[in-house]
């Protein structure tokens, strides 16, 4: 049942990808909206997947690893495209989004590989190494917000600015800050 929800996690945050991409053929700000609407559907599957599991008393190391994809998709991929799709698309923007991209996938694969060692006889992990990768939803809140306001392509918040002859948006640096706290040694407790 769990991976079930792990599933609708995945889904909702490749609907969100789709809805970026409706938005960037149609300039429809209504797809951008639903983007994020997915996103947050998505936190809720994933907030529920691991509840269920351990309420069912059926945790397993591949539950942990279709979780880690999902999460991927959703709150690393569809959050870096819908930056982009904003207006994000300047040389160092893809090179700021590759690299929360990658960030999220190397804290999901420290995270599983290190969770039986950090895990109490519950199975449940008491803190998380760096912030999880669902924190990422603070950025789609953030781009839902400049959308509503407008802010999106050439009116951006913070403008644009270049940088060894290649455009940087400001607001990508959160993307870069972001990743950056994902694979840090912060501990997190976990609710």
């Given at each position: 049942?769990?991976d079930?929800f792990?599933?609708?996690?995945?889904l909702s945050g490749?609907?969100?990808?789709?809805?970026?991409?409706?938005y960037?053929?149609?300039?429809?700000?209504?797809?951008?909206?639903?983007?994020?609407g997915l996103?947050?559907?998505a936190l809720?599957?994933d907030?529920?997947d691991?509840?269920i599991?351990r309420?069912r008393?059926?945790?397993?190391a591949l539950?942990?690893?279709?979780d880690?994809l999902?999460?991927?998709?959703s709150?690393?991929?569809?959050?870096?495209?819908?930056?982009?799709?904003?207006?994000?698309?300047?040389l160092?923007?893809?090179v700021?989004?590759?690299?929360?991209i990658a960030c999220?996938?190397?804290?999901l694969?420290?995270?599983?590989?290190?969770?039986e060692?950090?895990?109490?006889?519950?199975?449940k992990?008491?803190?998380?190494e760096?912030t999880?990768?669902?924190?990422?939803?603070?950025l789609?809140?953030?781009?839902?917000?400049a959308a509503a306001?407008?802010?999106?392509?050439?009116?951006l918040w913070g403008g644009?600015?270049s940088?060894?002859?290649h455009?940087?948006?400001?607001?990508?640096?959160?993307?870069?800050?972001?990743?950056?706290?994902?694979i840090?040694?912060?501990?997190v407790?976990k609710?």
């Amino acid at each position: 049942m769990a991976d079930w929800f792990t599933l609708g996690n995945a889904l909702s945050g490749t609907g969100a990808i789709f809805s970026t991409m409706s938005y960037i053929a149609t300039e429809d700000i209504a797809q951008v909206h639903l983007a994020c609407g997915l996103v947050f559907a998505a936190l809720v599957f994933d907030i529920f997947d691991g509840r269920i599991a351990r309420w069912r008393q059926c945790t397993s190391a591949l539950g942990r690893e279709l979780d880690s994809l999902a999460d991927v998709i959703s709150f690393g991929v569809a959050p870096a495209i819908m930056a982009y799709g904003l207006g994000m698309r300047g040389l160092w923007d893809c090179v700021l989004l590759g690299y929360f991209i990658a960030c999220g996938v190397s804290r999901l694969a420290r995270y599983n590989v290190t969770a039986e060692a950090l895990s109490d006889d519950t199975g449940k992990v008491a803190y998380f190494e760096g912030t999880p990768i669902p924190t990422s939803f603070g950025l789609v809140v953030m781009l839902g917000i400049a959308a509503a306001c407008g802010a999106v392509g050439a009116q951006l918040w913070g403008g644009e600015i270049s940088l060894f002859g290649h455009s940087l948006h400001p607001l990508a640096l959160s993307f870069g800050i972001s990743g950056s706290l994902m694979i840090s040694r912060i501990r997190v407790p976990k609710p």
